[in-house]
């Protein structure tokens, strides 16, 4: 079984480096972006089992090391 | 006065200070390995800077899981002095015992200079050898020292003096040129609410002895000895 987590920044949290992208393709013309924010994709494989479990257990290990919530969000994915 | 150095892998001022404990304040100084499950009785815990298991993930954030940190909680929890430099502040953000996190630099570099900060509040173990509002110099070296919390974290910070060292010009005054990193409020240090444990990004430990360049961290260390006794 396999899982994706997204770890993004919290709205109003500053991305020092999302500016510095998007800056950077401003420079190289792109004018028509309006923000950039970057974030981790965490990809998982894990034992099969029930889907709301998986869940659950995703989601645990989230907030216990994956993401920081003080300044991170989280979304899980399960595959398939 | 016993102190214990953590040693993580990837620290690298562990040896700094246990110089600093040892050899300048004369302190029963150990290291202590991070897969320690069990502490001699100690008076402070320092958690150094460096790049604990080579920040991965987040800084400090695989460091909150070693066996070792079980202990330093437990040791927080029981009023021992805790104090977190660096990446070490990181390592305490991270396991709760601070509030708030250390943030990627506000200009994406990693800054190794001296600066210059302002001490907020002389009523801590760590900080009563200063003098309320005095200037102190100490170096900072870190890439991700911009301090962040929620406004009602900030504001609890603030209206507890929990605040203990802010950025600052030379001359004490709080502005936006003094912070090299981006962190609220200038802040460059804080205490838990017990005032127990205490973090901080500059590094006292490289800041006391003349022969090296500034001495800003005398105070910090003379501090706890004082109230270790």
């Known amino acids: ?80 | 006065m016993k102190f214990g150095v953590i040693v993580f892998p990837g620290s690298n001022c562990d040896h700094d200070c246990y110089h600093a404990a040892k050899h300048i304040y004369g302190g029963d100084t150990s290291y202590i390995w991070h897969k320690e499950t069990k502490l001699d009785s100690l008076d402070c815990i320092i958690v150094p800077g460096g790049f604990s298991y080579g920040d991965y993930l987040r800084p400090g954030a695989v460091a909150k899981g070693s066996p070792v940190m079980n202990e330093v909680v437990k040791f927080a929890d029981s009023g021992g002095l805790v104090i977190g430099i660096c990446n070490g502040f990181q390592v305490l953000t991270e396991s709760r015992l601070l509030p708030g996190v250390l943030m990627r630099n506000r200009d994406l570099k990693f800054i190794c200079e001296d600066v210059t900060l302002r001490v907020e509040n002389v009523d801590t173990p760590f900080t009563g050898s200063y003098e309320e509002g005095e200037v102190v110099t100490m170096p900072i070296a870190h890439a991700d020292g911009n301090y962040f919390a929620d406004p009602d974290t900030l504001k609890e910070l603030e209206d507890n003096g929990r605040v203990v060292f802010r950025y600052s010009t030379p001359d004490g005054r709080i502005t936006g040129e003094a912070n090299p990193n981006g962190s609220l409020s200038n802040i460059a240090g804080i205490v838990n609410k017990a005032g127990n444990v205490m973090g901080l990004m500059p590094h006292p430990e490289r800041a006391l002895e003349e022969i090296l360049g500034p001495i800003g961290g005398r105070g910090l260390f003379d501090s706890i000895l004082k109230a270790a006794g």
């Open chain 1, 1 to 80: 079984m396999k899982a994706k987590v997204f770890v993004t920044l919290k709205n109003g949290v500053l991305d020092p480096q999302g500016k510095a992208a998007h800056g950077s393709l401003e420079r190289a013309g792109y004018s028509f972006i309006k923000d950039i924010r970057i974030g981790k994709v965490i990809e998982i494989e894990l034992d099969d089992m029930d889907r709301t479990e998986a869940e659950d257990r995703l989601a645990e290990i989230c907030e216990k090391l994956l993401a920081n919530t003080v300044m991170e969000n989280y979304r899980v994915e399960i595959d398939g």
